[in-house]
């Protein structure tokens, strides 16, 4: 049962346009979201993080929104560079007692020249 | 400061023989974590450490035993590898009182099992 599911394994966005990555949850009880970023051969890095009392929260190019109502959310990536080229995975946590965290499949983001 | 460090890189095993991968860090986190990543499958966790001493199992534990004799290491052993456990390893780290856990990774052991 997959509680975190980002069902675009890929998606290829020229230089300079918007990137959008989706992702979806099933347990309300998340109290927190974060997108991590992954290049070959390295550890995942943290990029941004949403509380889910909130609908949106952005950092340079990187902006995240939240939509409860349908357990969705997005990372938004404006404008794209190449250097944006990595897997990019969701995650989300609940507290209980301990941070849980439950992470997607991973979309894997060309941007191309 | 080196965050997370892992032992070894690579390593290649064959049905049956053990191994142990070694997670170091410098960050003075309580929490730490081993997780594996598969194709289409994302980061699972297999168990995870809340301070020295203590351990506790994740969502994919069976076939890994953990040890956390000191805080700023974390032993994953596999007595008697599969090849069901080919794999890419990740060990990370969290600080205690972190508002959304963010975890810090280390750059991963990728491990065979023929």
């Known amino acids: 049962d997959q509680q975190v599911k980002q069902n675009s394994p890929s998606l290829s966005v020229q230089e300079g346009r918007i990137s959008i990555l989706n992702c979806d949850y099933t347990n309300s009880m998340f109290d927190y979201f974060l997108w991590y970023k992954k290049y070959p051969a390295e550890g995942p890095t943290f990029l941004i993080s949403i509380s889910s009392i909130k609908d949106k929260n952005e950092d340079g190019r990187f902006t995240v929104f939240l939509n409860k109502s349908a357990k969705h959310l997005s990372l938004h990536i404006v404008p794209s560079q190449p250097g944006d080229s990595a897997v990019y995975f969701c995650?989300?946590?609940?507290?209980?007692?301990?941070?849980?965290?439950?992470f997607g499949a991973g979309t894997r983001l060309f941007v191309k020249a | 400061n080196a965050g997370v460090t892992q032992t070894p890189k690579f390593r290649v095993l064959k049905t049956g023989q053990s191994m142990t991968l070694l997670c170091a860090q410098d960050?003075?986190?309580?929490?730490m974590y081993w997780y594996r990543q598969d194709p289409g499958m994302g980061l699972r966790l297999i168990h995870y450490?809340?301070?020295?001493?203590?351990?506790a199992k994740g969502e994919v534990p069976d076939g890994y035993n953990v040890s956390r004799l000191k805080k700023q290491n974390f032993l994953l052993g596999l007595e008697s590898a599969a090849p069901s456990q080919t794999s890419v390893y990740f060990c990370a780290s969290s600080r205690l009182g972190g508002s959304y856990n963010e975890q810090f990774f280390g750059p991963g052991t990728r491990l065979t099992v023929l």
């Open positions: 960050m003075n986190h309580e929490y």
């Open positions: 450490s809340v301070g020295e001493g203590t351990t």
């Open positions: 995650a989300a946590s609940v507290w209980t007692g301990g941070f849980k965290t439950i």
